[in-house]
């Protein structure tokens, strides 16, 4: 708004100065031509008057026919008292007046001329002026403040520049703390592998040094050391997956292949992938929902984050338990449910069940607390929720939800 006032505020001085001088200049020169008028009347009436003095018969249409006459006298009179009709005027009183009036004339374009340059001269001020502040506001911004007072901005060039120099400078702000935040990131990622590799590196160390150290070790008890080191070595595998998945998500290398798929392919996929868990604990795994439903989605990384779902529900379930998976859709997402009777989590663990590395209170001692971190990321990478509600006694319950417009108008394909 105050850019507009501005801009409005200028074209209408300009305009009002233009106008003014026009004005001016106008006035003068009717001026002028009144004066000369003047001058030429009163020595024509002298001449009459003399003329009717002496010629008494010479009437007044005679003479008004001499003065509207177009006709030009073939004797040039005038010329034998050195007055040339076409360069000299005959009345000194004409004379006079056109040198002051040239005098004014002069003044007043002087005027004109000395305000425009005036102008000029305020306007590369005012552009010099906003050249250092754009210096001065490159080097602040050299100095690492990048705030801007855009009050202060007209819409003039130097100002966009000053404008489009600020989008600059935020993006690569932006940059900069992007691989500030990806380093520190990475620094937290080793941290964290480190810390989560310590310790079953650390047991399968012992095993092996154990068997080692022990060749006449009981048979069993030998099976049972391989047995626990090789579950260690799962969970090592599992791990590294996980992170490095997890790392590409972070560093945004993933593409997504999205298509049309069906809801039901998607989670009896997913619920194969964790059938020997279920067997394990002889956990039932039900599914309802419209088996014509569809969404579009990417299906490889959908069946991993829905996978990882059902495993921390098997996890909390108890043997022999159940978990039920439901799905629909409306107008606006659509919406997958994993539902167990386990033991549930700790209300106290709710807000922080998504976070990488995070053990809940109840959580199993293979826990390795990165699955629901990863599915969470997968979920939202496809434009999509996911929340949990749990009680205690009772068990938990993951709500995924996937907004309508990834659903595009693509049902036809399938």
Known sequence: MKNKIELKKAFIVSIVFITSFLILFAMLYQIQYQIYTRHFNEKLNVIIVKLQEKYPNLTSNDIMNILNSTEEAEIDLLRQYGIDLKQDAILLKNDNAYQKFLLANLILLGGFGISLLVEFGLYNHKKNKKLVEITNYIEQINYGNYSLDIDDNTEDELSILKNEIYKTTIMLKEVAENARNQEISLKNSLEDISHQLKTPLTSIMIMLDNMIDHP????????????????????????????????KFDAN?????????????????????VSILCDLKNVNIQVQGDEKGTIYCDNKWQVEAITNLLKNAIEYSESEG?????????????????????????SDDLPHIF?????GTNSSKDSVGIGLALAKKIIEKNNGSVFVESELGKGTTFIIRYFQEWNIVKNNEI
Do not use: P, W
């Open 216 to 247: 006449e070790m009981d048979k069993e008890i030998r099976e049972e050391f391989i047995k626990d080191c090789k579950k260690e070595i799962t969970n090592i595998h599992f791990l590294v997956q996980a992170l490095l998945k997890l790392s």
């Open 322 to 346: 159940k978990i039920e998976v439901s799905y629909g859709q409306n107008k606006l997402y659509t919406q997958i449910e994993v539902k167990d009777y386990g033991k549930g989590i700790e």
């Open 253 to 273: 290398t993933i593409q997504y292949h999205n298509q049309t798929v069906l809801i039901k392919n998607l989670i009896d996929e997913a619920v194969n992938k």
């Open 355 to 359: 976070e990488r590395f995070y053990k």
